[in-house]
């Protein structure tokens, strides 16, 4: 049953961790994608040589300007996800970790009451042997 458990959750975190790569990639060609087309505009003002490809490249350099804030927004904000979620992992690692400590200590003290329960009823029979 517990096979079964941890089989359960293993398909479950390589589900999200698929969903996850696969989220990845579509965010880096659409990015990509964005990018490629920025490019081209941005030659293509290189180009025109009028008044109007003046205005254009003012246009351009703003648009690009725009982009950069929106990525570095996108950026910060994806850091600070991952810096709560790294926050949050390891709280729980930590817990997990005095748990563990807890349970060892736990499990001495169980050691040590038994070792002397144990010591103890040595001695008792010891002593009703030598009665006899």
């Known amino acids: 049953m517990s096979a079964k458990a941890k089989k359960a ?3 479950f975190h390589a ?3 698929a969903q996850h790569a696969k989220l990845e990639e579509q965010v880096a060609k659409a990015r990509a994608s964005a990018q490629e087309r920025n490019n081209e505009l941005r030659a293509r ?3 025109a040589k009028s008044d109007a490809s003046s205005w254009w490249r003012d246009v ?3 648009w690009d ?4 804030q ?3 927004n996108i950026e910060t904000k994806r850091e600070e996800q991952d810096a709560k979620k790294a926050a949050v992992r390891a709280d729980m690692a930590e817990d997990d970790a005095a748990f563990a400590i807890d349970i060892a200590r736990s499990a001495i003290d169980e050691a040590e009451y038994a070792a ?3 010591v103890l009823r040595r001695e008792r029979a010891n002593e009703l042997a030598g009665a006899r």
Do not use: F, H, K, Y
């Open 9 to 11: 959750e293993d398909d």
């Open 15 to 17: 589900a999200q961790t």
């Open 45 to 47: 003002a290189d180009q």
């Open 60 to 62: 351009q350099q703003q």
């Open 65 to 68: 300007r725009q982009v950069q």
């Open 70 to 72: 929106i990525r570095s």
């Open 116 to 118: 002397l329960e144990a």
